[in-house]
């Protein structure tokens, strides 16, 4: 969807590095998310955001950190990449209403050496 | 513990013929689910959806089909175009909580 922007689309650091990806949105909604998908696995919940003061922990949030620091900018931070942080991440947003299905961002793909 | 399984990784069909994808899921507070599609190098984009109030929703060539008592559901593509070939993930959610619980995905490959 490019009314959902991520950058950078391509990193490759080192283990240790710390990381931010960023995402930002045109489409006025007030809920934004952050997944990864690795192989097999499908995608899963880092964290979430319902509005700009209010963050909340997804299924796998252990090494992340998240700021909210706009209603259109999500961005999401590795403090200390390792290895296993290898992936293809996604941001997303939904409206605030019932039942909206979640708009995505084109991926950001994150090597960690 | 795979709440939402999609027990095929790949399926291929002819084009001109009806493609069926198939999804299961473990968790009985969810009442709102969503097909996505993904083509590489991109992000999944929303397809169609259904709430549990129903049990058949359709757009165009796409159906989804609801079994609540079997806790599956299916979308059905007719008929099948080559630009249908993608990964195809599904998605559910519980009221109230909008957190999406997703398949590992199934790779839909359209035979011309």
């Known amino acids: 969807d490019a009314d959902v922007t991520q950058t950078p689309r391509n990193r490759i650091t080192k283990t240790g590095k710390r990381i931010m990806l960023e995402c930002s949105q045109t489409k006025g909604h007030d809920r934004m998310y952050w997944y990864r998908q690795d192989p097999g696995l499908g995608l899963r919940l880092i964290y979430y955001s319902f509005d700009v003061k209010d963050i909340n922990k997804g299924e796998i949030s252990d090494g992340y950190s998240v700021s909210r620091q706009a209603q259109a900018k999500f961005s999401l931070s590795l403090e200390s990449a390792i290895p296993n942080q290898t992936a293809l991440y996604f941001c997303?947003?939904?409206?605030?209403?019932?039942?909206?299905?979640?708009?995505f961002g084109d991926g950001t793909r994150l090597s960690i050496l | 513990d795979q709440q939402v399984k999609q027990n095929s990784p790949s399926l291929s069909v002819q084009e001109g013929r009806i493609s069926i994808l198939n999804c299961d899921y473990t968790n009985s507070m969810f009442d709102y689910f969503l097909w996505y599609k993904k083509y590489p190098a991109e992000g999944p984009t929303f397809l169609i959806s259904?709430?549990?109030?129903?049990d058949k929703n359709e757009d165009g060539r796409f159906t989804v089909f609801l079994n609540k008592s079997a806790k599956h559901l299916s979308l059905h593509i007719v008929p099948s175009q080559p630009g249908d070939s993608a990964v195809y993930f599904c998605?559910?959610?519980?009221?109230?909580?909008?957190?999406?619980?997703f398949g590992t995905g199934t790779r839909l490959t359209i035979i011309p």
């Open positions: 997303a947003t939904s409206d605030r209403d019932f039942n909206q299905p979640q708009h």
């Open positions: 998605a559910a959610s519980a009221y109230g909580n909008e957190k999406l619980t």
């Open positions: 259904i709430s549990s109030i129903k």
